[in-house]
């Protein structure tokens, strides 16, 4: 599985955005944005650059990578997928890569960033409807069960986050449920607009790929 081995907090720092890929580190005063709150490298804290539209769609096209971890092959096919459906690309594309069963997992609070959620699946220790499912990139549909291995010697960790979910359940997505005390996560129904991120501005990734 191909992965981006660059520092976490660089990556932030690049974009000029928190994209939390440390977890709660990203909500503490250690966040490297919080410290340095310029582009990494020595001409940093001066550099200014004017950015034209071509650079405002390739910077939140890379920041959309970067949020979901994906690297640039996997990322295009999404979006091709998503301008291939009826309805609007870019709801349809944010849609996919939410209802990935990483996103999910992240999303409802179980685990502290979607790396984490990458390696509970990988290791075996998700399943959906019953059966084993080691692959992050699985789309989840609508009725569909996610729950935790009994076995797992993370389950008293899972709770405690589920817990904490719980107390604040503002921040869990209408279109899925979670109950912390069998750490059971349900699809009611498909993301629509009003359940999607943004903090993206999805209509500069899809003008960026129809180029």
């Not at 920041?63 to 994906?70: D, E, F, G, I, S």
């Not at 409802?108 to 399943?127: E, F, M, N, Y």
């Amino acid at each position: 599985m191909a992965r981006n081995l660059d520092p976490k907090c660089k990556q932030c720092r690049r974009i000029g955005e928190k994209l939390f890929l440390k977890g709660e580190r990203c909500n503490s005063t250690k966040c490297a944005l919080v410290k340095r709150k310029y582009p990494p490298g020595v001409h940093g804290p001066k550099r200014r650059i004017r950015v034209s539209e071509y650079g405002l769609q390739l910077r939140e096209k890379q920041k959309a990578k970067k949020m979901y971890r994906l690297m640039e092959t996997q990322f295009a096919n999404y979006v091709k997928k998503a301008m291939n459906l009826s309805g609007d690309a870019g709801n349809n594309l944010l849609g996919l890569l939410e209802q990935r069963l990483d996103s999910v997992l992240y999303r409802t609070g179980i685990v502290k960033s979607r790396d984490a959620a990458r390696q509970a699946i990988s290791h075996g220790l998700i399943k959906v409807n019953g059966k084993k499912v080691d692959i992050p990139s699985y789309i989840l549909r609508v009725g569909e069960v996610v729950t935790v291995k009994d076995s797992s010697i993370l389950v008293k960790q899972f709770k405690e986050e589920g817990a904490k979910t719980k107390k604040e359940n503002e921040s869990l997505p209408n279109w899925i449920s979670l109950d912390p005390k069998i750490l059971e996560i349900k699809v009611l129904t498909a993301p629509d607009a009003a359940d999607l991120p943004h903090n993206l501005d999805i209509r500069l990734i899809i003008e960026y790929y129809s180029r």
